[in-house]
Structures are given as structure tokens and as C-alpha cells.
């Protein structure tokens, strides 16, 4: 079985710009999850969506969005971006949202804003 | 607002002996407790889990131990191998909602 897939993996842009990145589930999973991942906040939660909805969101502003679509496959886009914006950006796919399913991450793609 | 805290950035054993990793919590709502490894560049890998009805969860070298009433859990791989060597994430979440707190992480080095 094909674990959680994300493109790109590496992704350079400047100030200003505006970015999507890509996640594949394992297939069956339904629910999609987006952490950030930096060296001074850690691996902090973005939103989850289950069934092309967004069920939760973390606190980080509006310039961070997603959308899933009906095969479970996620985008998330951020606009405008900034320096602080430059991370590992984690997807990361479980069976649902609910009872006690682990999530299966993704390899991660790396953001560089210059 | 750190709900859940690993307060050792790194630990360091010989192989063959007991690696113990804590982890701590505050939000009474979690109880569904996950051990994460993460190597560089990479996502992390699931290790073992632990729902709150349990108080020990074993997998192979892993397991799992949970204490409720301190908001405590701690993961134990025995032996230790220099394979093991990575960065180890707990986390956690209400059993609901994919919602997944971290913790900072803690650096294992197992020397051979």
C-alpha cells in the first residue's frame, strides 16, 4: 500500500508570492491533516479535512487554506507569504477523524521564502 | 500554550540498555496518546499509540505506559539499538478530533 505522498518536496519562493502544495492519502483514508513544522515552534496543526470539509482549524491566519477534493486528495495554499513562513509543511492522512486511528505522515515539503 | 511538553531535548544511552523518553500533558480532553521518530528530512513515522482506557501498550522493543492522574506518559524501547537513534515526538489528542498536539521532541542518541 502507497503511503501519504506531497508535492513538491522542495519549494523556493519570494515575499509576496503565493504557494499550493500537494498531499495523496493512503488510499482508504478519508480524514487529511497539515502541520507546520519549524525549529522554533515545533510541529504545530494547520486544520484537518474529512470529506472534502474542513472539520478543524489551528490558529494560524487566513492567509493559510486548504481544500480536499473527492478523492481525498488535499491542497493547502498560503498567500502572501512571509519570511517566518518558510518550514516543513506535514501532511498527514488517517482512516477518520474520530475513535483511535493513528495518522501516517507524509515525507514533508520544505518552503524557503526569500 | 504548550499542552504538551517533552522537557529533555536529548537523551543518551549505550546500546543494549533501557531508552525512557517522558511526556507530559495538560489538557484533560486528550486521551488518545501517540509516539512519533522523525528522522531529518523526512515525516515522522508512527510508533505506538495508547487510548486512555489502557495504562501499557507493547509493541516489540516498544511500549507505551500512561498515568492519567500525573497527565504523564513514557515511552521505553528495549534494548536500545543504534537505529533507534532520532528524534522521538509524543502526542496527543481527544479521540474525536484530529486536532494532534506535539511535544518539542527529544533527541535519542543510542551509542554503540
Known amino acids: 500500500k502507497a503511503g501519504v505522498t506531497q508535492t513538491p518536496r522542495y519549494l523556493i519562493k519570494t515575499r509576496g508570492q503565493q504557494v499550493t502544495l500537494s498531499c495523496s492519502p493512503i488510499?482508504?483514508?478519508?480524514?487529511v491533516s497539515w502541520y507546520q513544522q519549524t525549529p522554533g515552534q515545533g510541529l504545530q496543526f494547520l486544520f484537518e479535512y474529512f470529506s472534502e470539509t474542513q472539520r478543524n482549524k489551528g490558529n494560524f491566519p487566513g492567509r493559510f487554506s486548504g481544500r480536499q477534493f473527492s478523492n481525498s486528495r488535499s491542497e493547502m495554499n498560503v498567500s502572501t507569504l512571509e519570511l517566518g513562513d518558510s518550514a516543513l509543511y506535514l501532511c498527514a492522512s488517517s482512516r477518520d477523524a474520530s475513535s483511535y486511528n493513528e495518522q501516517f505522515f507524509g515525507p514533508g515539503t520544505r518552503l524557503t521564502v526569500l | 500554550d504548550q499542552q504538551v511538553k517533552q522537557n529533555s531535548p536529548s537523551l543518551s544511552v549505550q546500546e543494549g540498555r533501557i531508552s525512557i523518553l517522558n511526556c507530559d500533558y495538560t489538557?484533560?480532553?486528550?486521551?488518545?496518546f501517540l509516539w512519533y521518530k522523525k528522522y531529518p528530512a523526512e515525516g515522522p513515522t508512527f510508533l505506538i499509540s495508547?487510548?486512555?482506557?489502557?495504562d501499557k501498550n507493547e509493541d516489540g522493543r516498544f511500549t507505551v505506559f500512561l498515568n492519567k492522574s500525573a497527565k504523564h506518559l513514557s515511552l521505553h524501547i528495549v534494548p536500545s539499538q543504534p537505529g533507534d537513534s532520532a528524534v522521538y515526538f509524543c502526542a496527543a489528542r481527544p479521540y474525536n478530533n484530529n486536532d494532534m498536539r506535539f511535544g518539542a521532541g527529544t533527541r535519542l542518541t543510542v551509542k554503540p
Open positions: 495508547i487510548s486512555s482506557i489502557k
Open positions: 488510499s482508504g483514508h478519508r480524514s
Open positions: 489538557n484533560s480532553m486528550f486521551d488518545y
